[in-house]
């Protein structure tokens, strides 16, 4: 490693104290307006608009620096847009997006003029949930084992004589709990998802993180259905309430519908 | 080098061959390494995850997200020497040659040393939307 990696967290990886754009969304809008200091970074920046004819970006003033995805930036940036879409439907930028001036942010306009107002006529008053669905695994697995009559038949056998049970028994039984777990895992994917698709316009699954998590999904909703959707959660959570944890959040801009990808080049190349 | 030649010689060219396939291999492992951070998000994600659940307090999220974007900075470190795309950062719209014609695309970014990536609206930004039932 060269002195790169003994900068301290908040000095930028690249650039100067270049003053740059953070863009948090897009939205429709023709009159300026200002939404506050509250901006990514230490200073509470401002954050307003930036126009081209009836579209908006929101942007707040940055140093040119790479912002880390630490839980306060990441945080920052979901505030604005929270902010923003209580009023707009917002198409949603990535994470530490920075333009270095104006007049690129325009021009990024300006070119996919098109394309930004056809999503936001298709987002128009959509919101996202997520949800994320947990369970006990070891909870779930001592109930198989009285359950399923023949893992409890397979795993009595293995503790009745721990001598003479072998190595296949018992890959045996950890092949069928695997089997078994997938499968009641997998019906309560289809139970949420069949319940929760009348009340919904789109869904995506997302891999689960770590090993408690069942299912990773985000919902699009219309806001006039939000309370539908809001009720549809609730009967299931209440349904398997001492089965599985539900974890739902929202409304979040639809980040996981709309794909913005900027081919990033290196000028110096 | 031709076969025969290659096998007639093998005593004397074989080792060198070999050491050079090997660390072939060896660096296209090292690089892979170094540069995919695809691990060290999932980490993030799964330590945000024990902190909405109760499993860790803040006092330790805090000390354990520095250390994962420690990781995080190095492996950018890494991309940006091996000239890999970087995630995140600045972004520079290309002016249209049209309306700048006295500034060849990029010529003026070169300049700036501080501007490493251009983002080309011409092409370059695609606006995808996925309202598909997975």
């Known amino acids: 490693m060269d002195n790169k990696s003994?900068?301290?967290?908040?000095?930028?990886?690249?650039?100067?104290?270049?003053?740059?754009?953070?863009?948090?969304?897009?939205?429709?809008?023709?009159?300026?307006?200002?939404?506050?200091?509250?901006?990514?970074?230490?200073?509470?920046?401002?954050?307003?608009?930036?126009?081209?004819?009836?579209?908006?970006?929101?942007?707040?003033?940055?140093?040119?620096?790479?912002?880390?995805?630490?839980?306060?930036?990441?945080?920052?940036?979901?505030?604005?847009?929270?902010?923003?879409?209580?009023?707009?439907?917002?198409?949603?930028?990535?994470?530490?997006?920075?333009?270095?001036?104006?007049?690129?942010?325009?021009?990024?306009?300006?070119?996919?003029?098109?394309?930004?107002?056809?999503?936001?006529?298709?987002?128009?008053?959509?919101i996202e949930f997520g949800l994320k669905v947990l369970w006990d695994r070891d909870k779930v697995i001592s109930r198989l084992e009285e359950s399923?009559?023949?893992?409890?038949?397979?795993?009595?056998?293995?503790?009745?004589?721990?001598?003479?049970?072998?190595?296949?028994a018992r890959m045996q039984l950890g092949r069928l709990i695997e089997a078994a777990l997938?499968?009641?895992?997998?019906?309560?994917?289809?139970?949420?998802?069949?319940?929760?698709?009348?009340?919904?316009?789109?869904?995506?699954?997302?891999?689960?993180?770590?090993?408690?998590?069942i299912m990773n999904a985000a919902y699009l909703v219309d806001r006039s259905r939000e309370q539908e959707f809001d009720e549809a959660v609730k009967r299931l959570s209440s349904k398997y309430e001492d089965q599985i944890a539900f974890k739902y959040t929202g409304p979040w801009p639809p980040y996981n519908f709309v794909n913005i990808k900027l081919r990033l080049e290196r000028a110096d190349a | 080098m031709g076969l025969l030649k290659h096998l007639l010689f093998w005593p004397y060219t074989g080792p060198k061959f070999l050491t050079e396939f090997s660390l072939r291999q060896v660096e296209g492992v090292v690089r892979e390494e170094l540069t995919d951070d695809s691990a060290v998000k999932a980490d993030l994600l799964e330590l945000q995850l024990q902190l909405e659940l109760g499993d860790i307090d803040d006092d330790e999220y805090v000390v354990r997200e520095a250390a994962l974007m420690q990781r995080l900075r190095e492996i950018r470190d890494w991309r940006e020497r091996l000239g890999m795309g970087v995630s995140g950062g600045p972004v520079r719209v290309q002016r249209d040659p049209d309306t700048d014609a006295a500034e060849p695309p990029g010529a003026d970014a070169a300049a700036e040393p501080a501007g490493p990536r251009l983002a080309d609206p011409r092409g370059g930004v695609e606006v995808d939307l996925n309202l598909d039932w997975e």
């Open chain 1, 6 to 126: 003994d900068q301290s967290p908040d000095t930028p990886s690249i650039g100067t104290s270049d003053e740059g754009k953070y863009v948090y969304c897009i939205i429709k809008l023709a009159e300026e307006r200002d939404f506050g200091p509250i901006g990514i970074g230490e200073g509470g920046n401002r954050v307003y608009t930036v126009h081209h004819r009836d579209l908006a970006a929101i942007v707040s003033d940055t140093p040119i620096r790479i912002y880390d995805p630490t839980r306060e930036n990441v945080l920052a940036h979901e505030l604005v847009n929270e902010t923003v879409m209580r009023e707009h439907t917002v198409i949603p930028m990535s994470f530490g997006t920075i333009f270095r001036t104006r007049d690129d942010i325009i021009e990024l306009l300006k070119s996919t003029y098109r394309a930004f107002d056809d999503v936001l006529e298709k987002m128009n008053d959509k």
């Open chain 1, 148 to 168: 399923d009559e023949e893992i409890h038949r397979l795993k009595s056998e293995i503790t009745g004589n721990a001598q003479s049970s072998t190595y296949f």
């Open chain 1, 182 to 213: 997938e499968n009641s895992a997998g019906g309560y994917v289809v139970d949420i998802h069949e319940s929760l698709k009348p009340v919904a316009v789109a869904s995506r699954s997302n891999k689960p993180i770590g090993d408690r998590m």
